[in-house]
């Protein structure tokens, strides 16, 4: 299993962690990938099978203080993040001129 990050654009959102099966990540995650945006997974998948997938992973909360490491990051509505993560990894987030942000 593979623990995913939620950050929701919501005002009230709590940014929890789900857990995903090995193939369940892959199908939202591209390859070498540790961040994604809901519309472009939307854009690469099949909403039929990212529906279901995504009924089971709510269904698999961890609690924070339980998590044992996060492996990816999944945006909802915050599109305007794009630009400091233009390759999609975590690791190699960036300012929007292109300075490290680490």
């Known amino acids: 299993m593979k623990n995913i990050q939620i950050f929701d654009g919501a005002e009230n959102a709590v ?8 193939e369940e990540f892959a199908l939202i995650f591209s390859p070498s990938t540790d961040v ?8 690469q998948q099949s909403a039929e099978i990212l529906d279901t997938i995504f009924t089971a ?6 609690q924070k203080s339980q998590a ?5 990051i999944l945006f909802y509505e915050n ?3 794009k ?3 233009p390759t999609r990894r975590d690791e190699e987030a960036v300012n929007p ?6």
């Open 83 to 85: 630009v400091y993560y």
């Open 15 to 22: 940014y929890d962690i789900f857990a995903a099966t090995d």
């Open 97 to 102: 001129e292109g300075s490290q942000l680490r």
């Open 68 to 72: 044992m490491g996060i492996h990816g």
């Open 36 to 43: 994604a945006f809901i519309d472009e997974v939307y854009e």
């Open 57 to 62: 992973i709510w269904q698999r909360r961890v």
């Open 79 to 81: 599109e305007h993040k």
